[in-house]
């Protein structure tokens, strides 16, 4: 089956640094991919929606210049969390839409910053 | 506006069933997915129902009463494996999801 890879799967890095995180669609494309953030027994929230060829569309709150994303490719998109705090410490989580009724996520990636 | 409402914890009995419950209000609804998580892991799919009704698939059931924006997810001889947390989320034209917080099943012997 069609399978999402993200990567690195875990990173710690120290504040003020930027992280950048790989979220690749393995044997489709995928012009749409979405990135989510999903702090410790809270729900999944969808951050932005990624877009190949174009600007990535981001929702309320989320800070463009923050956490930059860039759809290189029908299968790649990339999240970089710049100049990281101990608040951006998450799981994030990219998925991308197969077909109408089915979509793929990523493994997710373990970010911690101290 | 977007919610979207579920338990946040279930306790059930190993062999038992239990149904997890979810209630929606989305705009643009096309459509609500039921999800399992383990901790620290990615979802993975386990039902998408566009149309009213039950859609049974093994062990797992869900069910979508897209008039009352209701829906509900009804696992059968429950195993210990099954803890977990179930996310529902809402399907919106433009393929986004709109994700409740999740029910964290917890399964006893």
């Known amino acids: 089956g069609a399978v999402v890879s993200q990567h690195p799967s875990r990173v710690i890095c120290k504040s003020g640094t930027s992280v950048k995180i790989e979220c690749r669609s393995l044997?489709?494309?995928?012009?749409?991919m979405f990135w989510y953030r999903q702090f410790p027994k809270q729900s999944l929230m969808l951050m932005a929606t990624?877009?190949?060829?174009?600007?990535?569309?981001?929702e309320q709150g989320v800070e463009k210049d923050k956490f930059l994303i860039n759809h290189a490719s029908l299968t790649l998109s990339t999240l970089t969390v710049t100049s990281a705090h101990p608040e951006d410490s998450s799981f994030y989580i990219c998925?991308?839409?197969?077909?109408?009724?089915?979509?793929?996520f990523g493994p997710g990636t373990r970010l911690t910053v101290l | 506006g977007q919610n979207i409402d579920q338990p946040t914890e279930m306790t059930a009995t190993e062999g038992a069933i239990v149904q997890i419950n979810c209630t929606y209000q989305?705009?643009?609804?096309?459509?609500l997915f039921w999800y399992q998580q383990h901790a620290g892991e990615a979802p993975t799919f386990l039902s998408y129902?566009?149309l009213d009704g039950l859609e049974e698939k093994g062990r797992f059931s869900s069910f979508l009463s897209r008039s009352k924006g209701y829906s509900y997810l009804l696992l059968k001889e429950l195993q210990m494996k099954d803890s977990a947390s179930y996310l529902c989320?809402?399907?919106?034209?433009?393929?986004?999801?709109?994700w409740g917080a999740g029910t964290k099943l917890i399964i006893k012997p």
């Open positions: 044997d489709f494309q995928a012009t749409t």
């Open positions: 998925s991308a839409p197969w077909d109408a009724d089915t979509q793929y």
């Open positions: 989320a809402a399907r919106r034209s433009n393929y986004q999801l709109i």
């Open positions: 989305t705009s643009g609804f096309n459509g």
């Open positions: 129902n566009v």
């Open positions: 990624s877009n190949e060829g174009s600007k990535a569309t981001y």
